[in-house]
């Protein structure tokens, strides 16, 4: 999907058809859109000159805007599952391209999301550089992001109020 760079996947019902985005795809748990237009430009830019990877600002709205989703994940699930049963979450390391799903529990998210520097990742995409595993199951990893990585990631955070 990713080798589409103007193709985004959202939450079902969180399309912006007035932003130029177009459904591509629908699935039961995520809808593929694809902007359009100008924004299709810009991200098929910036993409292709390789400014994705090396921006540290994109890099963190991306992991910021995965937490989103796994937020909307959580939330519905309170309604559907019990504490017990594992969820997969999506892999919140700083490959803007990993798509990477993360087996967990929502009590064991609950607890990883209760700190807004810690993110939950598959084994192996840790980045030491800013970060360090304070957790290791045998399905994921719970990192903390350090100095400037961290505070950027509690100014995104979507709980903030
Ligand atoms: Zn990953």
Redesign the pocket.
């Known amino acids: 999907m990713r080798s589409h760079p103007a193709r985004f996947f959202v939450v079902p019902g969180h399309e912006d058809l007035t932003a130029g985005e177009v459904v591509v795809e629908q699935h039961g748990r995520f809808t593929v859109v694809e902007k359009q237009g100008e924004e299709r430009e810009l991200v098929e830019r910036v993409t292709h000159t390789g400014l994705v990877a090396r921006c540290h600002a994109i890099l963190e709205r991306n992991e910021a805007l995965f937490k989103e989703v796994n937020e909307r994940i959580q939330d519905v699930s309170t309604t559907l599952a019990p504490d017990d049963v594992p969820l997969e979450f999506l ?1 919140e ?1 700083d ?1 803007p391209d ?1 798509v ?1 799903k993360v087996s967990a529990t929502r009590a064991e998210y609950e607890a990883i999301r209760s700190v807004a520097t810690q993110f939950v ?2 084994a192996g ?1 840790e980045d030491p550089g800013v970060e360090h595993v304070v957790q290791q199951t045998n399905r994921f990893l719970v990192v903390e992001k350090e100095g400037e990585a961290a505070h950027e990631a509690q100014e995104d955070d979507p709980r903030k109020t």
Do not use: K
Request: contains cysteine; proline residues 0%; glycine residues 12%.
């Open positions: 892999c390391c490959d990993c990477g990742v598959l995409h």
